[in-house]
């Protein structure tokens, strides 16, 4: 299904802004279709009051890697994500591919910026959508204060087999899963890393999945909440930081990432219908 395709004639004022950027930061002009997926969905994001919320968003496109690491929607962070050894092949219609060993993009967005909220971090999502999985014990994203440290901020997608698919470590070290069937293996898809509350209630923080074959679900925790967020080391993506350094690298492919205020579950479909649709606007990516 496709959003405000009809409205697509003007491109958005964002994307106009994004198309300057990819070529001041090197890149090539992208195509016309490019241009016209991501003001779709910019068009999209506004009339579903998601804008304000959104603080950095790449979305991977197929253009060339500086198109592909140019932040969509720029409020914190690098412009572009600082490249640390992907190289043009790594990146398809389908979006970039990590190696599990040395390949990341540094976002510099602390946790604190996500938030509107005082700390600790009470109000913030991050988006990953997996294009291509992996079975491993690797994180997505994050960022912690140092080795072992129990002030994490990070993701893991599909973390073991046979069937937990997502693990939320959420400023401590106890984590929240999500379970699907042992046949969602490895899992793809739309991932959303969420909190919407410092308070201890249910949907307070969620892990939000979803496909073209999995209807927008969520994880529901009502566990206590931590009080305390990393705020001195950046976020990584494709891999964790540890104080500054990065490890656990991962191995999947990505077409989508978002960083921002917290979503609530209509909020969180929203996104991903829009993300779909531009996904496959663009010929790839989706699953």
């Known amino acids: 299904m496709n959003f405000f395709i009809a409205q697509s004639a003007a491109i958005h004022t964002t994307v106009q802004d994004w198309s300057y950027r990819v070529q001041k930061n090197g890149g090539a002009l992208p195509s016309g279709t490019t241009q016209r997926a991501l003001s779709d969905f910019m068009k999209g994001a506004d009339a579903y009051n998601l804008t304000s919320k959104m603080k950095s968003v790449v979305c991977f496109v197929p253009d060339n890697l500086i198109a592909a690491i140019t932040p969509l929607v720029k409020v914190v962070g690098n412009d572009p994500w600082t490249n640390t050894n992907f190289i043009a092949s790594d990146l398809t219609i389908a979006g970039l591919k990590g190696n599990g060993s040395d390949k990341y993009l540094t976002t510099n967005i602390k946790a604190n910026q996500l938030s509107a909220l005082p700390l600790p971090v009470a109000d913030s999502h991050v988006v990953v959508y997996v294009s291509v999985g992996a079975i491993e014990a690797k994180v997505e994203w994050g960022g912690t204060d140092a080795p072992g440290s129990t002030l994490s901020f990070r993701l893991y997608g599909h973390y073991t087999t046979p069937n ?33 509350s410092s308070s201890v209630i249910v949907g307070s923080r969620d892990i939000f999945l979803a496909s073209s074959t999995l209807a927008h679900s969520s994880s529901i925790s009502s566990a206590t909440l931590s009080t305390t967020q990393p705020t001195s080391t950046g976020i990584l993506v494709f891999c964790g930081s540890e104080g500054g350094g990065a490890s656990n690298f991962s191995t999947k492919r990505y077409s989508f990432a978002s960083m921002g205020n917290g979503l609530t579950s209509i909020e969180s479909n929203n996104l991903f219908n829009l993300v779909q649709t531009m996904r496959r606007q663009l010929g790839g990516g989706y699953v």
Request: glycine share 10%.
């Open 164 to 196: 937990v698919t997502a693990t939320q470590n959420y400023g401590d070290n106890t984590g929240l899963n999500y379970t699907q069937p042992s046949a969602v293996v490895p899992y793809t898809g739309y991932i959303c890393s969420n909190r919407i």
